[in-house]
């Protein structure tokens, strides 16, 4: 099952990394990694270009705001289940996304 997970952030060079990795440290190998920033003027699109094809798709343009970012990165995702992790939001364990998917194939699990 692959999953979505978008962040959206803009100016957030101090905390992006962090929540970056706790996406890539998933043991669930199906994330596509959706990173939408507003026009970071911080170095944050230069921190996250390090992170390479590790990201699927990164945007980095201005928005409306949160929720104009937050759809930017809906309209891109492609996974069967779709998340948001923020800028300064960590996935607190490596089994997170795995134990999210193993729900959602419960057949009496919709949301």
């Known amino acids: 099952m692959k999953v979505t997970l978008i962040t959206v952030c803009r100016n957030v060079a101090p905390v992006i ?3 970056i990795d706790s996406v890539l ?3 669930h ?3 596509e990694v959706i990173v939408i920033d507003g026009a970071s003027s911080d170095g944050t699109v230069d921190l996250l270009k390090a992170y390479g094809d590790k990201i699927t798709t ?3 343009e201005p928005d ?3 929720y104009d970012a937050m759809n930017k990165g809906l309209a891109r995702a492609t996974g069967d289940v ?3 992790v923020n800028a300064g939001d960590l996935l607190m ?3 997170t996304i795995g134990q999210v998917v193993q729900a959602f194939e419960n057949p009496g ?3």
Do not use: E, M, N, R
Request: charged share 20%; no cysteine.
């Open 82 to 84: 779709i998340g948001f």
């Open 58 to 60: 990164l945007v980095s």
């Open 25 to 27: 440290f998933q043991d």
């Open 17 to 19: 990394a962090g929540s």
């Open 29 to 31: 190998s199906d994330i």
């Open 64 to 66: 409306k705001g949160i």
């Open 93 to 95: 364990t490596p089994k």
């Open 109 to 111: 699990i919709d949301a």
